[in-house]
């Protein structure tokens, strides 16, 4: 097939490619994207009908469909999606999140001076998890970041994290203040006991330490719950 035909003489299950070529990627809508990563649909279905279903399945949303495991791609029951196109999709949204994160650490190190800078560092880290997972950003004296690390992962309801070694990465990097992170993934930004009682305890560990306690944010998809905001620290 030559690449100088139009659209119309193009194969149905080809536009999005033929698109792509001639018009390039931003051109493209989502679900013409996931069409060329699966290729071809089902016998009654093309390949974008397919990813049309799939993205409604998502709310229309590639930052819920991030989230999707292959066995949850292929539990949708959608025809035409069998575990190789599950694995490819799983894979190419991967990827998109490793790019945001590779530019988040080329630019020159973030200074916090906001709850906003904070959570906009950790929102590619936090927002599209269905565990908890709870993160450190370590920063020196003009509180520029210059670590991140997550400590530890859990379930659905919670993750343990421990004090002690929070502060002893923290004396590792020679960091003179920390910022704590973690996510609800049942979207509810309110603390819970546990969260108000880990904030305490490490603000007066850092206290005795000379290692501050900047903030502790609670990130619940696109929003987020600041103990400093909020004068609890």
């Known amino acids: 097939m030559s690449e100088s035909q139009g659209i119309k003489q193009w194969a ?24 060329i990563l699966i290729r071809a649909g089902s016998q009654n279905e093309t390949a974008v009908e397919v990813s049309r279903k799939l993205l409604a399945l998502a709310n229309n949303n590639l930052n819920e469909l991030g989230k999707w495991s292959v066995e949850k791609i292929l539990q949708s029951g959608l025809k035409g999606l069998g575990p190789v196109k599950a694995i490819t999709i799983v894979a ?37 998890l269905y565990h908890e997972e709870f993160w450190i950003l370590f920063l020196n004296r003009n509180n520029q970041v210059m670590k ?46 546990e969260d108000i009682k880990l904030t305490t305890k490490m603000t007066a560990a850092g206290t005795m330490l000379e290692i501050r306690v900047i903030d502790h944010l609670i990130i619940a998809g696109s929003s987020y719950y600041s103990f400093a905001d909020e004068g609890l620290l």
């Open 12 to 35: 149905e299950e080809d536009r999005p490619r033929e698109k792509l070529m001639t018009q390039g990627a931003r051109s493209l809508t989502d679900s013409e994207l996931l069409a």
């Open 92 to 128: 190419a949204l991967e990827l998109g999140k490793r790019r945001k994160e590779m530019e988040l650490g080329a630019k020159e190190l973030p200074r916090i001076t906001s709850s906003q800078i904070a959570y906009d560092i950790l929102y590619a880290r936090l927002n599209n």
């Open 148 to 193: 991140e690390e997550r400590m530890s992962a859990g379930g659905v309801h919670g993750t343990v994290v421990d004090p002690k070694m929070i502060f002893k990465r923290a004396l590792e990097h020679n960091a003179s203040g920390i910022v704590l992170a973690h996510n609800h993934p049942s979207g509810n930004l309110k603390p819970s006991d």
